[in-house]
C-alpha cells in the first residue's frame, strides 16, 4: 500500500511570553493512502496541533510532514477537516451548509450537482429528509453527521477528524462510528482520527497510534487486525479487549503512571 503522509523528525514548539512552548519533539509516523489511522495520547500532548501541520495550517518548526512525497506548506484543498464542535451557519439549510466548501474550492460541479451530491452524502448518514431543516432544528449527532457530509463533500482525499465524536452520549457516538464505516465503504479516503476514546481508535482505525510526554514524541503503534466488516459486537471479542489492555497500557506509560518496558517498577 502506498504511503500517502509522511511525518518525519517533526518538532513544534509554541511563541508564548515565557519563551518556546515544545509540543512535538522528533515526532515521525505514516498514514497509508486510504488507511485510517487514530492517534490517541494524555490531554496537551499535541495532537491537535498534528492536525494542523498535516492540513497546512502551521508549518513545523524542523522536520517535514509531506503528502504523496510533497512537502506540506500551505492549506490543502484535498483535506477535509471536522471538529467536536460542527459549527454551522444558522441562516443555511443544512443542505447549504454541506455545500459550502463548494463554494470555495473550485469545482466543474454546476449548482444542481452540488446540491445532488450533499444530498447522497446526507442519505448515506441518515439525513434525507432534514435537508431543508436550520441546524438549531437537529440534535447535536444530527448536527455532526452534517458536518461529516460537509467535509467530505469536495472528495478529500484526506479526512482529519479532531475528537469529532467527543461531545456526544454514548449511544449516538457509537451509532456514528458505524455511519463513519459506511461513509468510509461508500467514499473512500484517507483518515486521521484524534480521539481519548480507545474503544472508537480500535473500531474505526487500522492503525492506532500512541504519543507520550510533553513535547510528545511517537511511544507506539498498534496495528489492528482487518477482520472485515465491523459492527459494535467486534468490541467485545477477546481480540478487542487485548487490544485495549495493551493501548491502556502504553497511555499509563506516556502519563508516567506505568514504567517503560526494561524499566524497574
Known sequence: MERLIDIRG?????????GPLPVLDGLEMSVDEGGF????????????????????LMIPDEGEVSLHGERVTSPRSTVGMAFQNPVMLEWRSILKNVVLPLEIVPTKLSRREQEERARHLLALVGLDGFEEKRPSELSGGMRQRASLCRALVHRPEVLILDEPFGALDAFTREDLWQAMHRLKEKEPFTGVLITHDLREAIFLADRVVVLSGRPARTQYVLDVPDTGPRDLDHLYTPEAAEMLNVLRHQIEIAQGRAPAEGEAA
Do not use: E, F, M, N
Open 10 to 18: 517533526v518538532r513544534h514548539a509554541y511563541k508564548t511570553a515565557d
Open 37 to 56: 489511522t487514530a492517534v490517541v495520547g494524555p490531554s496537551g500532548c499535541g495532537k491537535s496541533t498534528l492536525t494542523k501541520l498535516v492540513a497546512g
